[in-house]
């Protein structure tokens, strides 16, 4: 099979905002971080996404927390850790989180709205991020929410401070950004360099599957979880292990292969952490 069949399928277990109370099935403890990696695993995820959560289920950017949670994932199973510098607490808390080498991590590019909140990333500050990232051999995640944030990385580029692919996720559907249209992803996507490696985010129930499930005809990644829906279907809540099972049938419904961690990181070019 081509490597072109492949496809990366990244599970975004928990998020910035949701907590258990809105769907119990979110992981908030490092066992349960541990034991749902395996899961998203097992059903053809080959990258994790992590939003640190503290004892009481809440979103923390705590170092000794997110360590211990990316400690017990990395014993569970062989997933591709991808860390979130993203939340709604101080920059600097979120940016140290990188120290941990994990082998990819957001590089939220642009200050937005998001929903009810101010998502700050000042420009110099994540500059410094990046420059960061390459001397620690962590992937740079490029989360685009519009089209601004995708000139922003394009000039990061060009000042050395991103290695290519560059690996963009594309996130729509925020209150504050770009609307979840294919006319939104398909202009974005246009605009990436040629080598660029680009995922679909499609935020709420309404628009999760049916944009990911265009990206995939595409030929991008796609990336589900409960950070990206809180629900299955009408009624029914989500679970981190049925989302990536319904998303990998999709895939191979069109005839892609979800990749296995060893092509994910060939097809990503990760580099080997320092």
């Known amino acids: 099979m081509d490597i072109m069949d492949k496809v990366v399928i990244t599970a975004a277990v928990d998020g910035p905002i949701a907590t258990p109370a809105d769907n119990p099935n979110l992981p908030y403890t490092p066992e349960e971080f541990a034991r749902q990696a395996k899961a998203v695993y097992a059903e ?43 939340g709604f607490f101080p920059y600097e808390e979120r940016a140290k989180l990188v120290e941990l080498k994990p082998r990819m991590a957001s590089l939220n590019l642009c200050t937005m709205t998001f929903g009810k909140f101010e998502f700050r990333n000042p420009p110099l500050e994540v500059r410094k991020v990046a420059a960061r990232m390459m001397e620690l051999g962590v992937k740079a995640e490029l989360e685009i929410y519009d089209s601004g944030h995708l000139d922003f990385a394009l000039r990061l580029l060009k000042e050395g401070l991103l290695l290519e692919p560059l690996q963009f996720s594309v996130v729509l559907g925020v209150d504050g950004g770009a609307a979840a249209t294919p006319e939104n992803l398909n202009i974005l996507v246009n605009r990436m360099p040629k080598n660029a490696i680009w995922q679909m985010i499609g935020v709420g129930a309404k628009v999760n599957l049916q944009l990911t499930t265009i990206a995939l005809a595409m030929g991008g990644n796609a990336r589900t979880g409960i950070e990206d829906t809180l629900w299955l279907s009408k009624g029914v809540m989500a679970e981190n292990p049925a989302l990536i099972r319904r998303l990998v049938g999709v ?13 994910t990181e060939k097809m990503l070019q990760l580099p080997k952490l320092n």
């Not at 949670?69 to 510098?85: F, G, K, M, R």
């Not at 895939?251 to 092509?263: D, H």
């Open 251 to 263: 895939a191979k419904a069109i005839g892609r292969t979800p990749a296995t961690v060893e092509e």
């Open 44 to 86: 053809g995820a080959s990258v994790i996404h992590i939003h640190s959560r503290g004892a009481d289920g809440l979103p923390t950017s705590d170092y000794g927390r997110t360590k211990e949670i990316l400690d017990a994932v990395h014993e569970s199973c062989p997933i591709l850790t991808q860390l979130s510098t993203g």
